[in-house]
């Protein structure tokens, strides 16, 4: 499940800025800027969870 996590969070985040940016109201870029950096921080930090490849194919 963790390996998934990555693509969950980029695709959340694409929904966060989808949306948080037609709602024109007064901050809301603010606050949809910051959850869409955490979503990315988080990202970033599940791909450590993706299998290589690479190191399978040479042993």
């Known amino acids: 499940m963790k390996r998934y996590l ?3 969070f980029l695709a959340l985040s694409a929904l ?5 940016l037609r709602i024109d109201l007064q901050w809301t870029g603010v ?3 910051g959850l869409t950096l955490i979503c990315l921080i ?3 930090y599940y791909t ?5 490849e690479r190191s399978k194919k040479k042993r």
Not at 48 to 52: E, H, S
């Open 31 to 33: 606050a949809t800027w």
């Open 6 to 8: 990555t693509a969950i």
């Open 42 to 44: 988080f990202a970033a």
């Open 16 to 20: 966060i800025l989808l949306f948080g």
């Open 48 to 52: 450590k969870y993706i299998p290589d």
